[in-house]
């Protein structure tokens, strides 16, 4: 069903280093959105961005920061890992507010 | 900002049985979606439904917006239908343009 792919599917990193998470969206798909899901919890938006600006943020520190390409790819990147970065990251596309968003199928980071 | 509750929290089935999972929200919304996560953590869009009603074969959902809930059917369970059902609502004064979502409904459906 998915038009979003995430890469990588998994990933380790140790504590205090740099991670970059990529999204892959729909043509057509203005607006891309990352949220973090810990084990056992619902997603938690990160930030979205709509046309390569970013337009809203939830409550994560600025380590967490994000960039929107024109060609509808995305990344997220995470600096000085901490233990507690360890969740999966989704991605989630839409056209427009009014159609809903969809996810890809997550990135697993591991953080040791 | 918005407030979404879930419920039940956990939901055990037998093969053929139906059910009714449901979303409260605290505040008036533009989006509202339920999800089916699978055990490689996928999120599956299972509705767009901001208000009224729509079916998909075995499944069927409805939104009081007016009322602030939601519902969400699974008839004739399936063994694959187990995993967990978000719901998520997108709207509020404060919320913005985000998707905010409930605790989850775990489901386990027995052969």
């Known amino acids: 069903e998915t038009g979003v792919t995430q890469s990588p599917t998994h990933l380790i990193k140790t504590r205090g280093q740099q991670v970059t998470l990529r999204c892959s969206s729909q043509?057509?798909?203005?607006?891309v959105s990352w949220y973090q899901q810990a084990l056992g919890q619902g997603p938690q938006f990160i930030f979205q961005?709509?046309?390569?600006?970013?337009?809203g943020r939830g409550n994560f520190p600025p380590r967490f920061s994000g960039l929107q390409f024109p060609n509808y790819s995305s990344e997220l990147n995470v600096n000085a890992l901490e233990l507690d970065d360890s969740a999966l990251y989704l991605c989630?596309?839409?056209?427009?507010?009014?159609?809903?968003?969809?996810f890809g199928s997550g990135t697993r980071l591991t953080v040791v | 900002g918005i407030q979404v509750e879930q419920s039940p929290p956990d939901l055990i089935l037998q093969e053929g049985a139906n059910s009714t999972l449901r979303c409260n929200f605290s505040?008036?919304?533009?989006?509202l979606q339920w999800f089916h996560q699978n055990p490689w953590g996928q999120l599956i869009n299972l509705f767009y439904?901001?208000?009224g009603t729509k079916q998909n074969g075995r499944l069927s959902a409805t939104t009081v917006a007016t009322e602030r809930y939601s519902l969400l059917y699974i008839s004739s369970s399936q063994t694959t239908d187990s995993g967990v059902y978000f719901c998520?609502?997108?709207?509020?004064?404060?919320?913005?343009?985000?998707?905010?979502f409930g605790t989850g409904t775990r489901l386990a459906v027995r052969p």
């Open positions: 989630a596309s839409s056209p427009t507010v009014y159609y809903g968003y969809t």
């Open positions: 043509s057509g798909h203005n607006t």
């Open positions: 961005y709509y046309r390569e600006e970013e337009n």
């Open positions: 505040d008036s919304v533009n989006n």
């Open positions: 439904i901001p208000s």
């Open positions: 998520a609502v997108e709207g509020g004064e404060s919320s913005g343009d985000k998707l905010t």
